[in-house]
Structures are given as C-alpha cells and as structure tokens.
C-alpha cells in the first residue's frame, strides 16, 4: 500500500524558515502529482500547494504564494515544501498528499487525494 512519510517539522521563531520533506513508497511516484496540505488547532484541513507528475507545474495557496515552494524529485520518490518568511499564522500539522489519479495537473482538494501521511507539526512563534 502507499505510505508517505513526512519529516522537517519543528519550531522555528517568525520570519524563519523550514523545509518539509515527504518519502513515498508503494505506488509509481513519478506518475502522481503531489501536495501539501495543513490544518491548524481548531480549524478545518486546508490546501497548501501543489506539483503535477512531471514538476513542470505548481499551485499555491494565496496565503502561502511567494514564500513556500514545492519541488519533487522522481529519482527519490521525494517531494519537498521550502517554507521561507514564516509567520504565526503558519502553524499546523501539515500533511502529504498524493494524487488519487495518474498524470493529473494537482490535488487541489481532499477529494483529488488518494493518500495522506501522517502529519508533521509546524511551529511559528512570534
């Protein structure tokens, strides 16, 4: 079965940076897009960012536009979220996703998911 698993999570002040990184297993990686997703205390799961198949196309969440960037490397069936400029608001387990269908442009909603990692929890304190 797919497995992805999350790492680079911590506590980092305002301003800092992260980098997110999420190991997938089980399934032909470089033929799924990928995303990120996060949810914050007492607030609903939300979209982060996401990579077609290839890496030739990103989306990204408004709040998140110009300071987080989603790269994916097929070779290590990796994919990666830079976190650049973090502020308080950004705190949240954010969780890995993979496509529910082959060579799609994105996960740009739960419903596009096929798999979630467990989570990493993510830090900002001001």
């Known amino acids: 079965q797919v497995q992805l698993v999350e790492s680079g999570g911590g506590l980092v002040q305002a301003g800092g940076s992260l980098r997110l990184s999420c190991a997938a297993s089980?399934?032909?990686?470089?033929?799924?897009?990928m995303g990120w997703f996060r949810q914050a205390p007492g607030k609903e799961r939300e979209f982060v960012a996401t990579?077609?198949?290839?890496?030739?196309?990103?989306y990204y969440a408004d709040s998140v536009k110009g300071r987080f960037t989603i790269s994916r490397d097929n070779a290590k069936n990796t994919v990666y979220l830079l976190m650049n400029s973090l502020k308080p608001e950004d705190t949240a387990v954010y969780y890995c996703?993979?496509?529910?269908?082959?060579?799609?442009?994105?996960?740009?909603?739960?419903?596009?998911?096929?798999?979630w990692g467990q989570g990493t929890q993510v830090t900002v304190s001001s």
């Open positions: 996703a993979a496509g529910r269908r082959q060579y799609s442009s994105g996960s740009y909603y739960e419903s596009d998911v096929g798999s």
């Open positions: 089980g399934l032909t990686f470089s033929r799924y897009d």
């Open positions: 990579i077609n198949w290839s890496g030739s196309s990103t």
